[in-house]
T-cell receptor, first 115, second 111 residues
Framework: DVKVTQSSRYLVKRTGEKVFLECVQDMDHENMFWYRQDPGLGLRLIYFSYDVKMKEKGDIPEGYSVSREKKERFSLILESASTNQTSMYLC??????????????FGPGTRLTVT | QKEVEQNSGPLSVPEGAIASLNCTYS??????FFWYRQYSGKSPELIMF????GDKEDGRFTAQLNKASQYVSLLIRDSQPSDSATYLCAVFLYNFNKFYFGSGTKLNVKP
C-alpha cells in the first residue's frame, strides 16, 4: 500500500512565523504535490515537483516555497505566515511514466491555523 | 469555465439505491480520469481511475467515461450510509502535465 505521511495533523502558528510542513512518501514516486483545501474553493495546487530539486508553481504559489532535496520528501514552507493561510494542507504523490502522471495518493492532511 | 465541473449537491439517495455522480470536463486533451471519496475532515481517498471509453467496474462502483461528450460518471450500487461523503472528480492533462480537481459532490445516503 502507498503511504504518504505528513509531519503534523494540527498546527497552530502566529502571524509572521516561518512554518515548515513536511511530507514523506514510501513508494518511490517521482511526482509530489502540495494543495490547500478550503470550503467552497475545493483543492488548489500550490506547488508540485516531478523530480528531486525540481519544482513548478501551481495555481496559488504566492506566500509559499517548497524544497525537494530527496525523492521521498517534499516540504512546504510558509515564509511569513498570515491569517489567510489558515487552511487544510494536503500532500500527494504519484507515479510517472514518460511525463504521464498516474493516480495521486494523499497524505492525511495538516490543518493549519494562523492566529 | 472551470476545467472540471461537478454539481455540489447534496445528492440524497435512500439506502440500497443507486447513486449517480457526474462530472464534465472542458479539455479534450484530458487522458486520465479519477474518482476520490473524501469524508468530512479527512483527506481524499482514491476509489477508481479510468483511461478508456466505456465502463469500469470495481465491486459496487462503476466508472463510466464518454470522451466524445466529455463526461465521466461514478455509479454506486446498493448505496450504504457509509458511502455518505464528498466525491471528487479529477482529470489529468498530458499536454500540461497537470491534474485538475472538481469541487466535489456531497452524497447523503439515508438509512
Amino acid at each position: 500500500d502507498v503511504k504518504v505521511t505528513q509531519s503534523s495533523r494540527y498546527l497552530v502558528k502566529r502571524t509572521g512565523e516561518k512554518v515548515f510542513l513536511e511530507c514523506v512518501q514510501d513508494m518511490d514516486h517521482e511526482n509530489m504535490f502540495w494543495y490547500r483545501q478550503d470550503p467552497g474553493l475545493g483543492l488548489r495546487l500550490i506547488y508540485f515537483s516531478y523530480d528531486v530539486k525540481m519544482k513548478e508553481k501551481g495555481d496559488i504559489p504566492e506566500g509559499y516555497s517548497v524544497s525537494r532535496e530527496k525523492k521521498e520528501r517534499f516540504s512546504l514552507i510558509l515564509e511569513s505566515a498570515s491569517t489567510n493561510q489558515t487552511s487544510m494542507y494536503l500532500c500527494a504523490s504519484s507515479f510517472s511514466v514518460d511525463r504521464a502522471s498516474y493516480e495521486q495518493y494523499f497524505g492525511p492532511g495538516t490543518r493549519l491555523t494562523v492566529t | 469555465q472551470k476545467e472540471v465541473e461537478q454539481n455540489s449537491g447534496p445528492l440524497s439517495v435512500p439506502e440500497g439505491a443507486i447513486a449517480s455522480l457526474n462530472c464534465t470536463y472542458s479539455d479534450r486533451g484530458s487522458q486520465s480520469f479519477f474518482w476520490y471519496r473524501q469524508y468530512s475532515g479527512k483527506s481524499p481517498e482514491l476509489i477508481m481511475f479510468i483511461y478508456s471509453n466505456g465502463d469500469k467496474e470495481d465491486g459496487r462502483f462503476t466508472a463510466q467515461l464518454n470522451k466524445a461528450s466529455q463526461y465521466v460518471s461514478l455509479l454506486i450500487r446498493d448505496s450504504q450510509p457509509s458511502d455518505s461523503a464528498t466525491y471528487l472528480c479529477a482529470v489529468f492533462l498530458y499536454n500540461f502535465n497537470k491534474f485538475y480537481f472538481g469541487s466535489g459532490t456531497k452524497l447523503n445516503v439515508k438509512p
